[in-house]
Every structure is written in structure tokens, then in C-alpha cells.
T-cell receptor, first 115, second 114 residues
């Protein structure tokens, strides 16, 4: 049972345009949502996060939107650059007891920004 | 430079052999994690440790074992009981076990079982 879903395995966008990556979740108890970026043969790196009590968080070219009623979040990249080409993972944080939190990851979306 | 070091980067193993993947961090982080990534799949949690000498099973712990004898080190042993061990393994650490969940990842170890 997948609690965090990224239904688009891949996305191609022209350089300078907006990239929108989507993520759906099923567990309403998630506290935080995070986006990670991963280049081939490297570990993921943290990109941006949003608390479940907010609906928007912005950091430079990256904005994450959260729609709790729809259990949906999205990552917007504006403008898209070729260096943004990577796999983007959506992740959700859940309290797992004894002061511990666990992250559940989606399967990832491969973004290709075409020059 | 502070960071997480995983070794080896590539490893080949014959069926029936145990193998240990190393993970060392000099970030002074309390929490450490092991994830597995398969093609077209998200990262799945194998084991995690919030403090020295303590660790918990993640979603797919069967066939794996860990130890946390030092704060800096969290080695993962892939045993012969793991049915499908060929995968990309990622170690991560976190400065605090809070809800923000920001993880710092190593570069990964790719294990191939021949």
C-alpha cells in the first residue's frame, strides 16, 4: 500500500518554462512534506519542505504548495534550468513513536529540462 | 569536509554470502538511516537508529542487520537470508529526530549479487 504517490514517472519541460511535479498522499497524519532531488549515482539532497499547517512555502525558484483537503502537494520550479534535470522524490514525515519520525518516499519523477 | 561516507561504492557478491556496507558520518548527527532503492521505486527504509546502541526496524528489515556502537558509524549487513539483495543502498543521517525529517545522504553503495 503506497502512502505517497508520484504518478508521473517522467516530465519534460522547455528551459525557462515552469515545471510542476505532483505528489499525492493517503495518510492524513503526515506532519511534514519534503522534496528531494537526486542525480544519477548520487544520494538525494534536500530541496524544500512544508509543514502540514501551511499551504505554501517558497525558496527562490522553488515553491511547494499543499492542499490538505485533496491530500495533494506540488513542487513548482520557475524558471526551469537544464541543471534542474534530475529525479525528484516527494517524502512525507510521520511520528512513529518514542520521539522518532519516519520518512515515506514516493517513487520519484524524472525531470528533463530541454535547452 | 563534513559529510557521510559510504563504502564500497560498488560491490559484487556471490549468492549465499553475507556482505557489510559501511556508513560513516562526521556531522555529529544523532540519527542514522539505511534505505534501499530499486529501479522505478522510491526509497524504502531498512533500519534506523536515533541514538548509539539503539536501532529499530524499518519497512523492509528482513534479511538485514545493523549495529550502532559509535555515533559516527552505522554499518549494514546484507545477509544470505535477503532474497533479492541486488539494489542501490543509501545511508543517511539527521541532526535531530524531529518532524522536519531533513536527511543528509551519502553517495550510495550499489550491491550486485552474481
Amino acid at each position: 500500500d503506497q502512502q505517497v504517490k508520484q504518478n508521473s514517472p517522467s516530465l519534460s519541460v522547455q528551459e525557462g518554462r515552469i515545471s510542476i511535479l505532483n505528489c499525492d498522499y493517503t495518510n492524513s497524519m503526515f506532519d511534514y512534506f519534503l522534496w528531494y532531488k537526486k542525480y544519477p549515482a548520487e544520494g538525494p539532497t534536500f530541496l524544500i519542505s512544508i509543514s502540514s499547517i501551511k499551504d505554501k512555502n517558497e525558496d527562490g525558484r522553488f515553491t511547494v504548495f499543499l492542499n490538505k483537503s485533496a491530500k495533494h502537494l506540488s513542487l513548482h520550479i520557475v524558471p526551469s534550468q537544464p541543471g534542474d534535470s534530475a529525479v525528484y522524490f516527494c517524502a512525507a514525515s510521520l511520528y512513529s513513536g518514542a520521539g522518532s519520525y519516519q520518512l515515506t518516499f514516493g517513487k520519484g519523477t524524472k525531470l528533463s529540462v530541454i535547452p | 569536509d563534513g559529510g557521510i561516507t559510504q563504502s564500497p561504492k560498488y560491490l559484487f557478491r556471490k549468492e549465499g554470502q553475507n556482505v557489510t556496507l559501511s556508513c560513516e558520518q562526521n556531522l555529529n548527527h544523532d540519527a542514522m538511516y539505511w534505505y534501499r532503492q530499486d529501479p522505478g521505486q522510491g526509497l524504502r527504509l531498512i533500519y534506523y537508529s536515533q541514538i548509539v546502541n539503539d536501532f529499530q526496524k524499518g519497512d523492509i528489515a528482513e534479511g538485514y542487520s545493523v549495529s550502532r556502537e559509535k555515533k559516527e558509524s552505522f554499518p549494514l549487513t546484507v545477509t544470505s537470508a535477503q532474497k533479492n539483495p541486488t539494489a542501490f543502498y543509501l545511508c543517511a543521517s539527521s541532526p535531530r529526530p524531529g518532524p522536519t525529517g531533513e536527511l543528509f545522504f551519502g553517495e550510495g553503495s550499489r550491491l550486485t549479487v552474481l
